[in-house]
């Protein structure tokens, strides 16, 4: 069974510091993909970042990034120069290629300092 | 950007009625799904839907719960005789294909008193 863990429950960063948020991931399907969203407090679902189990590049959308290491099944985000606003919740996501649900790890409740 | 869209945003019911909860997805988008989210815990998977049937449900979704498209654009899930414990954000989504990045829409936040 697939199955996402996300083993921080909550963050504190100081702010334009760069943050990892961990995510790992178990799977035995060969063909996967993996998400990240974001939940601001005002509850909204927000998707960042996907990176498909066979792409050979890191995913990365402008301050996002995702640390994919599919030998360790890993795929943790990396937020660069971090802002005030990106305090919220963060969802890592999976995806298997024979369904197409999507199921969420989590989360974890990441606090930017000032 | 289009987006999904979702309503009511806030729905007060009383123990035993029911409800439906509406959405419209993205125009172009074929899979659909209801989420859930109990205030602060994780996201759990409901119900996909795919050529107007169901293609997976969780075990959560059981004969309480049903899901339509009524008319191609809304897309619909209903909750018989609530329970207090059926409390939560009801998230609807849609993807354009399967397993690309699912849009929510902003949640329908369902009260059981």
């Known amino acids: 069974a697939q199955k996402i863990t996300q083993t921080q429950p909550g963050m504190f960063v100081q702010e334009k510091e760069a943050v990892t948020l961990d995510c790992t991931y178990d799977?035995?399907?060969?063909?996967?993909?993996l998400f990240w969203y974001k939940q601001p407090s005002s509850g909204e679902m927000i998707f960042l970042i996907y990176?498909?189990?066979?792409?050979?590049q890191n995913a990365t959308e402008g301050r996002y990034s995702l640390n994919f290491q599919k030998a360790r099944k890993s795929a943790n985000l990396v937020i660069s120069a971090s802002q005030l606003g990106d305090s919220a919740m963060y969802f890592c996501?999976?995806?298997?290629?024979?369904?197409?649900?999507?199921?969420f790890g989590k989360g974890t409740r990441l606090h930017i300092l000032p | 950007e289009p987006e999904v869209t979702q309503t009511p945003s806030h729905q007060v019911t009383q123990m035993g009625q029911e409800v439906i909860l509406r959405c419209v997805p993205i125009?172009?988008?074929?899979?659909f799904y209801w989420y859930r989210q109990i205030l602060g815990q994780k996201v759990e998977f409901l119900v996909s839907?795919?050529?107007?049937?169901?293609?997976?449900k969780s075990e959560i979704f059981d004969d309480q719960f049903s899901v339509e498209r009524p008319d191609g654009s809304n897309f619909t899930l209903k909750i018989r005789s609530t329970k207090l414990e059926d409390s939560a954000m009801y998230f609807c989504?849609?993807?354009?294909?399967?397993?690309?990045?699912?849009?929510f829409g902003n949640g329908t936040r369902l009260t059981v008193t």
């Open positions: 989504a849609s993807s354009e294909l399967a397993n690309s990045p699912l849009h």
């Open positions: 799977t035995s399907d060969p063909s996967y993909g």
């Open positions: 990176q498909g189990s066979y792409d050979q």
């Open positions: 996501a999976m995806s298997k290629n024979r369904d197409d649900k999507i199921i």
């Open positions: 125009s172009n988008h074929l899979y």
């Open positions: 839907f795919y050529n107007n049937e169901i293609s997976e």
